[in-house]
């Protein structure tokens, strides 16, 4: 079965950075999408990226492009985003989630880690 | 980038009631639509996805149908574990958005 265990809540002060980490078990990783999905209080969900778990490409919302970078270490089974110069607004939960193969649907999901960006 | 409207944001239904969520996306997406539930707390779970396949494990109480631009989710006999928060989400050309919503509560 296929599981997503994601890094702890942080807390950063506005201009900060803040790293989330997503470890991957079971039949997945190199053949699939790694994308990072996140939901501020209240909003809907908003997608800011993914990595292809197997040759590591990348592609990035425009809204996130310059201050969000996404890197994995296969051998861990691990995936990382990276959000820096970080403002209230980007005060959420941050997700990972698995695309499976060419689709476009989120079918296993991490339990979720809540940022909160606050002086 | 293509939005998403859902309707109604709020619903109010009762145990056994059949339910039904509408979808709309700004421009054609085939059928490259997906529904989620989400509850308190919880990452949101897939249930339907190419706009009518059920994932597994999913109970077929829930359905969808539609395609190009208008969709909907049927839930045909609610159960208490059905109230929650629903999403439907396109994908179309490595570009990925959410509707805004639709709170389905206990009347």
């Known amino acids: ?119 | 980038d293509v939005q998403m409207t859902q309707s109604p944001s709020t619903l109010s239904a009762s145990v056994g009631d059949r339910v039904t969520i509408t979808c709309r996306a700004s421009q054609s997406i085939s059928r490259w639509l997906a529904w989620y539930q989400q509850k308190p707390g919880k990452a949101p779970k897939l249930l339907i996805y190419k706009a009518s396949s059920l994932q597994s494990g999913v109970p077929s109480r829930f359905s969808g149908s539609g395609s190009g631009t208008e969709f909907t989710l049927t839930i045909s006999g609610l159960q208490p574990d059905d109230f929650a928060t629903y999403y439907c989400q396109q994908y179309n050309s490595y570009s990925y958005t959410f509707g805004q919503g639709t709170q389905l509560e206990i009347k």
């Open chain 1, 1 to 119: 079965q296929v599981q997503f265990v994601q890094s702890g809540a942080e807390v950063r002060k506005p201009g900060a950075s803040v790293k989330v980490s997503c470890k991957a078990s079971g039949n997945t990783f190199t053949s699939d999408g790694i994308h990072w999905v996140r939901q501020a209080p209240g909003q809907r969900p908003e997608w800011m990226a993914w990595i292809n778990g197997g040759s590591g490409n990348t592609k990035y919302s425009q809204k996130f492009q310059g201050r969000l970078t996404l890197t994995r270490d296969t051998s861990a089974r691990t995936a990382y985003m990276e959000l820096s110069s970080l403002s209230s607004e980007d005060t959420a939960v941050y997700y990972c989630a698995r695309v499976p193969g060419p689709t476009g649907y989120f079918d296993f999901w991490g339990q979720g880690t809540l940022v909160t960006v606050s002086s």
